[in-house]
């Protein structure tokens, strides 16, 4: 059965439009209730951020995806619910750690995540440029030429840049600090406008602490 929360059956259509609030007690009862029944397998929340809204999505191991409006949020959701489980359901108490780190990190307030995560999501070469990611200081580059001698692979700089480009978790996994070998930012899954803001953001540590 699947429990994305998008109400496709029109379940509350009968609600008042100024019931507001009584939708919302509903769906947090019914998030709580999936969770101590053991029935919430994905939990997700957005939250606004500087470079748009961001999706947060995570699983009882930790979280498993973050996702830029560019993404598509409804179609990021309806791959998690093939990909892991359709029991999906809007959860936000789930990723509220996350949602406060991210936070903190655009507030310049934080520099490295210290959140459990779920990398299911990626297997094989991605997963170990994923994994090495994390290794990049904040403030710091590398180039996809550089992460592909890190893992081992220095032909690889193709399979680098795809690595990155499916990176389920930007922004908490740092692919935004891998660059083109000429110091230009090269692409980026939220967009360059957004690979820019993080690099700007990180660029000005320690003022901003």
Known sequence: MATIDRDPDGLFDGLNPNSAEILSRLRRRL????QAAGLLDVAYRTVDTPVGALLLAATPAGLVRVAYPSENHD???ATLAERISPRVLAAPARLDAAA???DEYFAGARTQFDLPL???LTVGFRRQVIE???DIGYGHRESYADVAAAVGNPRA??????ACAHNPLPVVIPCHRVVRSDGSIG????????KTALLTLEAAWPETL
């Open 31 to 34: 998030a709580a209730d999936a």
């Open 75 to 77: 179609t990021v959701l």
């Open 100 to 102: 406060r780190e991210i």
């Open 118 to 120: 779920d990398l299911r």
């Open 132 to 134: 090495h990611l994390s």
């Open 157 to 162: 700089v193709r399979a680098v840049g795809s």
């Open 187 to 194: 692409q980026y899954v939220g967009g360059v406008t957004a």
